[in-house]
């Protein structure tokens, strides 16, 4: 049984960082490509980040490249997603996801395997 569990989500300032993790079991978490997306309340779920089996090939939304950055742990079966200077608009429920296609992409559906989601709240 294939299991994603996010945390590290919370409630920060604009301008803060958080790192948010995934562990994943179930699978040969090294032979997949990974992603996060986020959900804002009244939203679609949207592409945020992917990553090469890897690690070192990555794709970002133009929302947070330059401020996000997606890592993995292949020894650790562990995804991250370090966010720095967090703004409101970046209030979401995060996801942490499997693709088991051989190539990046942003769409949603092309994911199949997918966490509970944990809350990234950014209020002054």
């Known amino acids: 049984q294939v299991q994603l569990v996010e945390s590290g989500g919370g409630l920060v300032q604009p301008g803060d960082s958080l790192r948010l993790s995934c562990a994943v079991s179930g699978l040969t978490f090294s032979a997949y490509y990974m992603g996060w997306f986020r959900q804002a309340s009244g939203k679609e779920r949207e592409f945020v980040a992917a990553i090469h089996q890897n690690g070192r090939y990555t794709s970002y939304s133009n929302s947070v490249r330059g401020r996000f950055t997606i890592t993995r742990d292949n020894d650790k079966n562990t995804l991250y997603l370090q966010m720095n200077s967090l703004k409101p608009e970046d209030t979401a429920v995060y996801y942490c996801?499997?693709?088991?296609?051989?190539?990046?992409?942003?769409?949603?559906?092309?994911?199949?395997?997918w966490g509970q989601g944990t809350q990234v709240t950014v209020s002054s």
């Open positions: 996801a499997i693709t088991i296609r051989s190539y990046f992409s942003t769409a949603r559906s092309d994911y199949d395997y």
